[in-house]
């Protein structure tokens, strides 16, 4: 795949985990990076946006103050850092690349990592 995530696993609450999403210097370079995150039962929802050209990041409000997001040209890879994770975060972590940070925006996508948030 164009896009490949990394770093899922399993945590107590108020625990970190660090994602990571490895894609090509082209998707990079052309696409906004965005990390987006599927319940049992809930639709896709974005979690972080990262402009890897400008450095403009943007967060979805669940999440503002617990995660950051940040890029690395040398290795075409976006991190996502969770910190002071719940167990409503359990969810399945996706990165996609797109013009927009929209879920329906993106042209790429990952094949998503489980991140499980134990009370």
């Known amino acids: 795949g164009q896009l490949e995530e990394s770093g899922g696993g399993l945590v107590q609450a108020g625990g970190s985990l660090r994602l990571s999403c490895t894609t090509n210097d082209f998707i990079y370079d052309y696409y906004n990076i965005g990390w987006f995150r599927e319940a049992p039962g809930k639709e896709r929802e974005g979690v972080s946006c990262i402009n890897t050209s400008n450095g403009f990041t943007s967060y979805g409000d669940s999440v503002k103050g617990r995660f950051t997001t940040s890029a690395d040209r040398s290795k075409s890879t976006v991190y996502l850092q969770m910190r002071s994770l719940k167990p409503e975060d359990t969810a399945v972590y996706y990165c996609?690349?797109?013009?927009?940070?929209?879920?329906?925006?993106?042209?790429?996508w990952g094949q998503g990592t489980q991140v499980t948030v134990s009370s």
């Open positions: 996609g690349a797109g013009h927009s940070c929209d879920v329906t925006g993106q042209s790429y």
